[in-house]
């Protein structure tokens, strides 16, 4: 009995014993995770200042389209890049937490990015009707209903398996491991649609409003756009790296065991 | 010694004694890699229909230099999508195989990619020079030169990483086998970025030759262009999940010990 108290412990946690990190393993970690996170704030920041500097700022009117049109890039970039990247993050920060609390989170991050993209969807939606302008007929918007499509998706049942299921707690455990990496590889895949329906719309957009002319001699607003489009790259190259690294993952007798919960 | 022979065998190919696989694991694994190969010829098929249906096919004349520019959409999606995307299933597809084959294969693919991407370039470029259009202004050649960039490094140092190195094998096999995961992982990333940038040029190419009215009433042309973009879209999701399967990779032993050749 007294061996298992510790054993359940562990396995509840993201802390290893047997895995002790070495300093210069921490300052890779620390600046990796420091770096994600000034892109991931980052990328909004330089949208909502975009906007606010070059378009206007935002509103919601059926006189004022393309201000509504403006909420558009903002809360996609919010919810498929910023709230969506720290939530897939959020397993490889939060190492030292609870697994019950980083699965919240990473839940709460999703509820986060969800209206963002619900909303974003909606303004667009409502902008190409009101300016009479067809829907869904460019690369970038069929992307974007299969990233939509994919999150809802990813989302109903990841809630539900991961969440609600924990009411059966033991009789669901094999379940709900078998999904797991599943449930990881299309949320990658999510993420990745994200970001290609993100850089689309940056080319469509810089296109549309600025026309091909004056984008081929890159005024600063042509430069905010790209920066806007080389920062999601940028995040995309950290995900990537911080997903593969199996350094920055938590043990993984640890993972397989904090299934439990 | 007659121990060491048989394991000798199996560290320099694919194949392990150890795991065989079910009928329904090669099932899976059978139509995961025709899927993926009928994919990615017919990727480059499509781009190839659309040149000469739509475009009116192939030239690199003064005279001709929107036919010039075909080029580029055309080898680029040979170079970054067909040709690096055989090549990095090679390591899922000839799993049978003897290591060093594997690499030869993944060498050649690539030596055949790079051609592609570098007459793609230089048929834009010069196609801008000739029109007098800037060079370097868009999002989607900022991604294109980053991918070009990371192509070539990885080129030159797979190279001499993985197959001039072989010349002093056991003294560099330490060097080579932390430089896997390094290779593997910027390797996926350029695939991503090469998909980024075909996707972003798809959406200006459908912009500047049918205009946003044109392309926004859907016509065939513009349902060819995003069907293109569709199916890259499809090729990525697919390597994800092939290259994300650890069940479609050799054994971690074999891995580990193939090294060495």
């Given at each position: 009995?007294?061996?298992?108290f510790?054993?359940?412990?562990?396995?509840?946690?993201?802390?290893?014993?047997?895995h002790?990190?070495?300093a210069?393993?921490?300052?890779?970690?620390?600046?990796v995770?420091?770096?994600?996170t000034?892109?991931?704030?980052?990328v909004?920041?330089?949208?909502?200042?975009?906007?606010f500097?070059?378009?206007?700022g935002?509103?919601?009117a059926?006189?004022?389209?393309?201000?509504?049109?403006?909420?558009?890039?903002?809360?996609?970039?919010?919810?498929?890049?910023?709230?969506?990247g720290?939530?897939?993050?959020?397993?490889?920060?939060c190492r030292?937490?609870r697994?019950?609390?980083?699965k919240?989170?990473?839940?709460?991050?999703?509820?986060?990015?969800?209206?963002?993209?619900?909303?974003g969807?909606?303004?667009?939606?409502?902008?190409?009707?009101?300016?009479?302008i067809?829907?869904?007929?460019s690369?970038?918007?069929?992307?974007?209903?299969?990233?939509?499509?994919?999150?809802?998706?990813?989302?109903v049942?990841?809630?539900f398996?991961?969440?609600?299921l924990?009411?059966?707690?033991?009789?669901?455990?094999?379940?709900?491991?078998?999904l797991?990496?599943?449930?990881?590889?299309?949320?990658?895949?999510?993420?990745?649609l994200?970001?290609?329906?993100?850089?689309t719309?940056?080319?469509?957009?810089?296109?549309?409003t600025?026309?091909?002319?004056?984008?081929?001699?890159l005024?600063?607003?042509?430069?905010?756009i790209?920066?806007?489009?080389?920062?999601?790259i940028?995040?995309?190259?950290?995900?990537?790296y911080?997903?593969?690294?199996?350094?920055?993952?938590?043990?993984?007798?640890?993972m397989?065991?904090?299934?439990?919960?």
């Amino acid at each position: 009995m007294v061996l298992r108290f510790p054993f359940k412990q562990r396995s509840r946690s993201y802390e290893s014993d047997e895995h002790e990190r070495g300093a210069c393993e921490w300052c890779e970690y620390a600046l990796v995770i420091t770096l994600a996170t000034v892109l991931l704030i980052g990328v909004s920041a330089l949208t909502i200042f975009w906007t606010f500097f070059y378009r206007e700022g935002y509103a919601w009117a059926d006189e004022l389209p393309e201000k509504q049109f403006n909420l558009h890039p903002t809360l996609m970039v919010a919810g498929f890049i910023t709230f969506s990247g720290f939530s897939v993050l959020l397993y490889r920060i939060c190492r030292c937490f609870r697994r019950i609390y980083v699965k919240l989170l990473h839940a709460i991050f999703h509820a986060l990015a969800f209206p963002c993209i619900v909303i974003g969807f909606l303004a667009v939606l409502d902008f190409h009707n009101k300016k009479g302008i067809n829907n869904f007929y460019s690369l970038h918007s069929w992307i974007g209903f299969v990233a939509m499509g994919l999150f809802g998706i990813q989302y109903v049942v990841g809630f539900f398996s991961f969440l609600l299921l924990l009411i059966c707690n033991k009789g669901t455990a094999n379940f709900r491991a078998s999904l797991v990496p599943i449930h990881a590889a299309f949320g990658i895949l999510t993420f990745v649609l994200g970001v290609c329906a993100c850089l689309t719309g940056l080319t469509e957009k810089a296109l549309f409003t600025l026309g091909a002319e004056r984008y081929s001699g890159l005024p600063d607003e042509g430069v905010i756009i790209n920066a806007i489009g080389v920062a999601i790259i940028a995040i995309l190259a950290v995900v990537m790296y911080i997903v593969s690294r199996n350094k920055f993952k938590a043990d993984s007798r640890d993972m397989t065991a904090s299934v439990d919960l």
